[in-house]
């Protein structure tokens, strides 16, 4: 007799305390051991609260009303202890912010080890078999505040792993990853599905997870699931605005409907490059201390009219670069002008009349009991009248897609609608520069597609730069990549040209994507990047 499957969900239906609606309604389906299971949807849409109820946070730690069941092993887990469940089912959160609580890298990875009680020698044993797993033994013995983003991705995921579940969560796994290490991360996940192990994983970035053969995939919408099946059946049962798939497919989808007109921001580009610089970088140098430099001998421009991408692996100094410009950090030599003045003399809040920063973590910046006096709190300290306030809320909310969310408390939104709300707080501040860290991580590709169209046509906006590890983001989007490693600037340039480097943007582990492939082949055609759906009209 086969044993039972590590998981089977039975119309799962549930409700939070504090909302009207349920977030997920009448869900049922069973993962067996060893498959791949790729839950795609709008940001939204309750992925994560379905997570939630897996990995036994629901009914514990969020409350409301549960209905349905979940088996895992063939058992009811509804009257199990968290800590009995954790040791079955393993969850590597979208914001490694909320999962990482140890001072370094070794006591974190270390941690859930501990309070299973076991003993040290094997402790340290599995730490090592688990950070040599990820490539990040060189991690081991640092301080976990020091670390990028995706860095931090890694060690949570480190974390889980292991703890040795048979049943893995991965809630958007990719979203501060590099394009090199997040085929790593996957080719390792492969790994671990032809070893036994059940992955449940929750990605926006479903072309990327195409590659590794998910075994069945799941949409939801709006809290229902709209589609289950073989992979084969989604391109039929999505909408290509919705789900972001690989170019060649959508070309072809694109080619059967009747024309149709596309937002071209690139038109920026001959815009206002002739005024003087908005922001500029002399020389700098810059190290978290004296005997670890961060940045080397930068020396870069930002021009009224231009939108920047910035490129490059975890832990190249992206963010780094970036809070220099917004005043956050300030270099150990050379020197950063804003608007001409050097940062030294600014304060962060006199920066912010001219560059706005959305962080890469929304937990870093949202704080307020609604969403409607986060994104007023800006306005108010610059001071903006309240009349021209409302008006910027509302037009911010719009562009994010978040009205009718005005009343909620930010951090009891998703992540994705987190990292909005955190997003529309700098749009409703008008500053001169809009300036995002990986705006798209946790986003649902209709929305950032949508969000990036909004704000790159709004007037107010004299430059946009976004750092990003989404290859496709500067294709369409930018009309300068800056590709940055090992603290350097690596390439300059216009996108045709930069990424054009196959070799250069191995060395910055960067992937090239089937988009950027498709726009090369037609260069030629076209003169410039262009969205697939575009490039269906060449």
């Known amino acids: 007799m086969n044993p039972p499957p590590p998981l089977v969900v039975e119309d799962l239906t549930f409700r939070y305390r504090d909302r009207g609606s349920p977030s997920i309604s009448s869900i049922s389906f069973e993962l067996p051991a060893g498959h791949l299971l790729l839950l795609a949807g709008s940001s939204g849409c309750g992925k994560t609260t379905l997570a939630r109820c897996i990995n036994g946070l629901i009914p514990r730690s969020y409350k409301g009303e549960l209905s349905g069941r979940i088996l895992l092993h063939g058992q009811n887990a509804a009257g199990w202890p968290l800590a009995r469940i954790s040791q079955l089912v393993g969850t590597v959160l979208q914001d490694p912010e909320r ?65 040795r579940p048979s049943l893995l969560i991965l809630d958007e796994p990719l979203a501060s990853l590099d394009p090199a290490s997040a085929q790593e991360a996957l080719a390792l996940v492969r790994r671990l599905i032809d070893e036994g192990m059940s992955v449940l994983m929750i990605e926006h970035r479903v072309e990327d997870v195409l590659r590794i053969h998910p075994d069945q995939v799941m949409f939801m919408s709006e809290g229902r699931v709209r589609y289950q099946g073989p992979v084969a059946g989604l ?38 490059l002739a005024r003087p610089p908005l922001v500029q970088f002399e020389g700098v140098r810059f190290g978290y201390d004296a005997a670890d430099s961060v940045l080397h001998d930068i020396n870069l421009e930002i021009r ?154 709004m007037p107010g906006f004299e430059a946009v730069l976004f750092i990003t590890h989404d290859v496709d983001l500067a294709v ?48 030629p055609r076209t003169g410039r990047f262009v969205r697939a759906e575009a490039l269906a009209r060449v």
């Open 99 to 163: 999962q990482i609580l140890g001072t370094r890298v070794l006591n974190e990875v270390a941690f859930g080890l501990e309070n299973l009680g076991l003993p040290r020698v094997e402790i340290l044993e599995r730490v090592d078999r688990a950070v040599e797993h990820l490539g990040i033994s060189a991690l081991r013995d640092r301080e976990t505040h020091n670390l990028s983003g995706g860095e931090k991705q890694k060690v949570a995921l480190a974390g889980v792993l292991a703890m």
């Open 304 to 457: 009224p009219g231009e939108v920047i991408a910035v490129l490059g692996p975890n832990g190249a100094g992206k963010t780094t670069l970036v809070k220099h410009a917004i005043g956050l950090l300030k270099p150990t030599a050379g020197r950063v002008l804003v608007q001409g003045r050097d940062t030294h003399e600014l304060s962060v809040a006199q920066v912010a009349s001219t560059l706005g920063y959305v962080f890469q973590s929304p937990s870093h910046m949202l704080f307020a009991p609604t969403v409607r006096e986060e994104l007023a709190f800006g306005p108010t300290n610059l001071g903006h009248t309240p009349d021209l306030i409302q008006q910027e809320v509302q037009e911010a909310l719009k562009i994010v897609n978040l009205t009718g969310l005005e009343a909620d408390p930010p951090l009891a939104l998703s992540f994705g609608q987190q990292k909005r709300v955190s997003i529309a707080a700098i749009l409703a501040m008008r500053s001169r520069i809009l300036v995002m860290d990986e705006p798209t991580a946790g986003q649902d590709f209709r929305n950032y597609m949508s969000f990036m169209d909004s704000i790159l046509a």
């Open 235 to 272: 391109e039929h049962a999505v909408d290509y605005r919705e789900v972001k798939l690989p170019a060649e497919m959508v070309i072809a989808r694109a080619a059967q409907e009747p024309q149709a007109q596309f937002p071209s921001p690139a038109i920026r580009r001959s815009l206002g």
């Open 476 to 523: 369409v989007y930018a009309t300068r990549v800056l590709l940055v490693s090992q603290g350097r600037i690596a390439a300059d340039g216009p996108p045709e040209e930069v990424l054009a480097d196959t070799g250069l943007l191995t060395r910055c582990r960067l992937v090239p994507t089937s988009l950027l492939h498709a726009n090369l082949e037609r260069l």
